[in-house]
């Protein structure tokens, strides 16, 4: 059975820009969160989506944005970077929104210069 | 709001020997409790988790972990350390009171060197 998939693994953008991560979870879990994790910061909760319904939301601006499509495959879009967004992005799926068992991907490590 | 402390960013044990490492939460009632593993360049994986049944949980790769109530702790041990058990350990704490259950609280985390 294939992990979750996160893709682009690395990425380079300039402060302003916008950048959109992809993540395509395990077959059959409904439910995508994501997380940053930063040096300074640690692992923080970003979103939660299930059944294409964001179901929790953490304590980010509003620059951060995310969706999920019917076929469970989740996106999360930052806008105007800054360069404290320098992170790594992890997905994680779960089969329900329940106990929170959750799979994580590889992530995807943005750098803003 | 629920929150885990881990004692010890940095924990280094010989190989053989017994691997403690030590995480309390804080919370009003019950928690679902969770430590997950990081190796490096990799996402995380779940190691073992305590949803209010058996007190003492069993995960994988021999690690296990007791859940106290008198000392709101969830220490995560290993009788034997391998060189493969070198990684970060984090523990966290689900968020059951508002329904979030997959919105999980980290902790800082715990590095662990094993040593020959």
């Known amino acids: 059975k294939a992990g979750v998939t996160q893709t682009p693994r690395y990425l380079i953008k300039t402060r302003g820009q916008q950048v959109t991560l992809s993540c395509s979870p395990i077959?059959?879990?409904?439910?995508v969160s994501w997380y940053q994790q930063t040096p300074g910061q640690g692992l923080q909760f970003l979103f939660e989506y299930f059944s294409e319904t964001q179901r929790n939301k953490g304590n980010f601006p509003g620059r951060f944005s995310g969706r999920q499509f019917s076929n469970s495959r989740s996106e999360m879009n930052v806008s105007t970077l800054e360069l404290g967004d320098s992170a790594l992005y992890l997905c994680?799926?779960?089969?329900?929104?329940?106990?929170?068992?959750?799979?994580f991907g590889e992530g995807s490590r943005l750098t803003v210069l | 709001a629920q929150s885990v402390t881990q004692l010890g960013s940095h924990v280094s044990v010989s190989e053989g020997a017994l691997v403690l490492l030590r995480c309390n939460y804080s919370s009003s009632v019950p928690p679902y409790l969770f430590w997950y593993v990081q190796y490096p360049n990799k996402g995380l994986q779940l190691l073992l988790k305590y949803t209010s049944a058996a007190t003492l949980v069993k995960g994988i790769n021999g690690f296990e972990a007791e859940f106290k109530k008198s000392e709101t702790s969830f220490h995560l041990t290993k009788p034997s350390a391998h060189m493969s058990d070198a990684a970060e350990y984090f523990c966290?704490?689900?968020?059951?009171?508002?329904?979030?259950?997959?919105?999980?609280?980290f902790g800082t985390g715990t590095q662990l060197k094993v040593e020959l």
């Open positions: 994680a799926s779960s089969l329900t929104s329940q106990v929170g068992e959750l799979f």
């Open positions: 966290a704490v689900s968020d059951q009171l508002t329904g979030g259950g997959n919105k999980l609280t």
């Open positions: 077959s059959g879990h409904r439910s």
